[in-house]
């Protein structure tokens, strides 16, 4: 950590906790190293303080006084009733990662991370189609689950430029790619093998005017069935 003002306020804390038996815990934010939520800057948050000897943590009201004392920032806290107080917090909102929830036994601690469904679709699509995965493993299967799915609209202005254009090349082709099996289906140029099993596809989703289904029909029932080979395409068209 470079020697700023936070820095030597930050070791401070560190070393006065460590003179007294007790050991600070933090996490490091740092705004270059995103992977869902956006941050203007970096910076260190201390999220607990843990008695070396005992175990125990300190209360959050007492973590509160430290880090006004120190001039350090410190996690907030919430409390829930149960699991789905919990769940009705986290997935009700946009642009947050979750929580950390600290279970208190009368022998110890349990301490688990539980994140939001927002974190969960927009972690997909941005570690699946940016660099933290490596090449070899990216793909835009998520993004296309997304765009399918009608959710793309709400997370596509949350995404970085780059990833940004990537998901609307994806969507053009995968758009594409659809339009021209849905013309061959109904312009039988497919070979038989294909058309058969669309034909059954469509059969056993019900769907008995095959004359008149229109295209968005025609994605909603045939997308399942060739998400991934569409996938294998749209990746190969996007290196």
Known sequence: MEKTEEGKRIQELIRDLDELGYTPLFEYV????????????????????RNKAT???????????????YGVKVAKQYEFKNKEDLLNFINGKDNFEGVVVRFDFKDGSLIVKVKSDWYFKHFKILNTLGG??????????????????????????????DIRSK???????????????????????????????????????????MENLTFDDFIKF???HYRKELSRKIKKALN
């Open 30 to 49: 740092d705004k270059d190293m995103r992977l869902t939520v956006k941050y203007d800057e970096s910076f260190m948050v201390l999220t607990g303080v």
């Open 167 to 209: 998901v609307e090349k994806i969507k053009e082709l995968m758009i594409s790619q659809l339009k021209r099996l849905h013309s061959s289906y109904y312009n039988n140029k497919l070979p038989p093998a294909v058309k058969q099993k669309i034909d059954k596809i469509l059969y056993e989703n019900g769907v008995k005017d």
């Open 132 to 161: 933290a995965l490596g090449e070899k493993k990216q793909t835009p299967l998520y993004a296309m689950d997304a765009i399918i799915a009608g959710e793309m609209d709400d997370i596509i202005t949350k995404l970085p430029d």
């Open 222 to 224: 045939i997308y399942p």
């Open 55 to 69: 175990g125990e943590f300190l209360s959050h009201e007492a973590i509160t006084k430290l880090g006004d004392i």
